[in-house]
């Protein structure tokens, strides 16, 4: 009979439990961590800013080093990416509970690719515009894992992190 109770009780809690976003208006987040693309493994450096109970505005950085083999050589290149995002955070529409984060949104920025001037291959900087979505587990009201997919830009196809809030 205890465990009965304990079980409605819990399901009960998780069905009405109070949900928000988990980055409050006005609060920002450091996120931070490693990628997986085509091009090598990124690690990434971003911050977000709630401006709404569902909408973060965001900038990231990532790095990563890539050999490519062309033309009977490898060359080493290193990518730069810069970029900027807008998400949309499903907690209140779905009534996700706080400690969970769904999200989803558009990025854009600049890819700066860097190579020897004796490689001859087809990669150059350019514009990036890609699609993201993730989620994020929270361990304490200022830890979580960060799980996002992305595509459309070489920033990153996927990525996993720490997310902390500030």
């Not at 505005?57 to 490519?68: C, T």
């Amino acid at each position: 009979m205890k465990k009965i109770f304990a079980i409605v009780l819990f399901t009960s809690m998780c069905l009405y439990a109070q949900s928000q976003n988990a980055l409050a208006t006005g609060r920002s987040q450091l996120n931070f961590g490693l990628g997986l693309s085509n091009w090598g493994i990124p690690v990434y450096l971003g911050l977000d800013y709630g401006i709404s109970k569902d909408i973060t505005l965001g900038a990231e950085l990532s790095v990563r080093n890539y050999d490519e083999d062309w033309n009977n050589g490898t060359y080493r290149q290193q990518i730069i990416g810069v970029i900027g995002n807008g998400n949309y955070h499903f907690n209140n529409a779905l009534n996700i509970p706080s400690n969970y984060d769904f999200y989803a949104g558009l990025n854009v920025g600049f890819n700066i690719w860097t190579s020897p001037t004796t490689y001859g291959g087809s990669h150059s900087s350019g514009l990036a515009i890609g699609a993201q979505i993730g989620g994020r587990h929270y361990f304490s009201n200022k830890l979580g894992l960060n799980l996002e997919f992305s595509g459309g830009n070489s920033a990153s196809n996927s990525k996993i992190g720490l997310s902390i809030r500030l």
